[in-house]
């Protein structure tokens, strides 16, 4: 599965922390995450994680743009909910409902969807996103 993965600055710390506790499960997964956030993991945990720009600098609208084209199958947004969002934090939260991608905003939802992951509760995206390894070996087959 695609995970993305953001954290506002004040939860870059967490954000390692949680994925340093999930590595195992989220090292068998493709990760992208904004710049600063990408370095944050990847220093802490050796995880493989595709770097975007910086949210700033439109990471997060690369972000949302993955996720309008049926390339990420879970978003990972550690929010800082003291901080009033941009315009861009809402957008990406509306198209992750408009393409049905489980989000988790806070540490507590996103434990539960990286476990949901691990038991494959989450399997179903594969069959709905288009470009997942699932429809493509379906349509090398032409089986449809």
Not at 91 to 107: E, G, S, Y
Not at 110 to 121: M, Q
Request: hydrophobic share 40%; glycine share 6%.
């Amino acid at each position: 599965m695609d995970i993305a993965i953001i954290a506002d600055d004040t939860k870059k710390e967490l954000t390692a922390q949680f994925c340093i506790a999930y590595c195992g499960i989220l090292s068998k997964h493709k990760l992208c995450a904004t710049g600063v956030t990408g370095k944050y993991i990847s220093d802490a945990t050796g995880l493989q994680i595709e770097r975007l720009l910086t949210g700033p600098s439109g990471g997060s609208e690369q972000i949302a743009s993955r996720v309008s084209f049926d390339e990420i199958d879970m978003l990972l947004f550690f929010r800082d909910a003291t901080n009033p969002g941009w315009d861009h934090d809402t957008n990406l939260l509306r198209l992750c409902d408009l393409h049905n991608v489980p989000v988790a905003t806070n540490i507590a939802t996103a434990e539960v969807l990286v476990r949901a992951l691990d038991r494959g509760d989450l399997d179903w995206r594969d069959i709905v996103n288009p470009k997942s390894e699932f429809n493509m070996k379906r349509k090398k087959k032409n089986v449809y």
